[in-house]
């Protein structure tokens, strides 16, 4: 989700395809490559949201993206 006409770029590549969802917002559905290591790397030329999700035979998951969490170490 981002404020209509913001500048995203995904591992250095335009994101292209919004659809306008609310007044001054638009969204855009992308299917990542998940030929690599797992990292992508998302800006913008203003604050956005993102969500990520995936699934297979038995599973399922969806969570925020762009979260900077510390590793936890247990002792």
């Known amino acids: 989700?981002?404020?209509t006409g913001t500048s995203i770029?995904?591992?250095s590549l335009p994101v292209n395809g919004f659809?306008?969802?609310a007044d001054g917002f638009s969204l855009a559905r992308l299917l990542l490559d998940?030929?690599?290591d797992g990292n992508h790397y998302i800006t913008g030329s203003a604050p956005f949201g993102i969500s990520v999700y995936g699934y297979g035979?038995?599973?399922s998951y969806w969570?925020?993206?762009g979260l900077n969490l510390d590793t936890i170490i247990i002792d």
């Open 57 to 59: 035979q038995y599973t």
């Open 63 to 65: 969570y925020p993206g």
């Open 19 to 21: 659809i306008p969802v």
């Open 34 to 36: 998940n030929s690599g």
């Open 1 to 3: 989700m981002v404020p």
């Open 9 to 11: 770029m995904l591992d």
